[in-house]
């Protein structure tokens, strides 16, 4: 079974500064990765998608690369601001098990003005 | 308006009542997915449907029922609630795979507690 981790489960930034996300995966035979921000009370949105064949996928301040060989992937947030304060999940869809993502428990973030 | 809803948005119930939680969609796809959320634990898959008439149980399906009555609707049925089913429960759509990509959208969660 895919388990799938994230470190730190906490961190907590002053405003401006730039940050990484860490998720780690122990099967690299996926078909993609994707990253969500969840803010409390609410759903799930979607930050990026990154296909197995791909490296890396931008919007905006966030870049995700992904490097399935070593089963890992990170989030870099550039110049934090307050309203990114949020809990960051990652979810990989391996390929054994095609029609299921499987999720970390997310990175608590707090961007303090 | 939402492109993924759920209702009720919270509900406290007692142990041994039946509940429905109810899932709608106007994005148009034909996954649609039943995830609960514990702390610590990450969100888990109960449930999924690729279409009205394929419906697959996922990781932890005990205790659960689904029904797809349309496209557009998905519900999650707790037969007789019991306090472990406490959670915040999560439905999704996807595109089928084929598409470029294979992304899920999720809906805003219903907060459960059963005492």
């Known amino acids: 079974k895919q388990e799938v981790t994230q470190i730190p489960a906490a961190l907590s930034v002053p405003e401006g500064e730039n940050l990484v996300l860490n998720c780690s995966f122990t099967?690299?035979?996926?078909?993609?990765l994707q990253w969500f921000r969840q803010d409390p009370g609410k759903g799930l949105t979607s930050l990026l998608l990154?296909?197995?064949?791909?490296r890396e996928q931008t919007s905006g301040r966030l870049n995700a690369s992904l490097d399935k060989s070593s089963g890992r992937s990170t989030l870099y947030i550039a110049a934090s601001q307050p309203g990114d304060s949020a809990t960051y999940l990652c979810a990989v869809r391996p390929m054994n098990t095609g029609n299921q993502f499987y999720f970390g428990t997310g990175t608590s973030l707090t961007v303090i003005p | 308006d939402a492109d993924v809803t759920q209702t009720p948005r919270n509900r406290i119930t007692k142990t041994g009542k039946r509940i429905m939680l109810e899932c709608s969609q106007t994005k148009g796809h034909d996954r649609m997915y039943w995830y609960r959320q514990d702390p610590g634990l990450g969100l888990r898959l109960i449930y999924y449907?690729?279409?009205?008439?394929?419906?697959n149980k996922g990781e932890i399906s005990d205790g659960y029922s689904v029904s797809r009555q349309a496209q557009a609707k998905f519900s999650l049925s707790l037969e007789s609630a019991i306090p472990n089913q406490t959670a915040l429960y999560f439905c999704a759509t996807s595109d089928p795979p084929g598409l470029a990509e294979y992304e899920q959208y999720f809906g805003p969660g219903t907060r459960l507690t059963v005492t």
């Open positions: 099967d690299s035979a996926i078909y993609n």
């Open positions: 449907s690729f279409d009205v008439k394929d419906i």
């Open positions: 990154i296909q197995s064949s791909q």
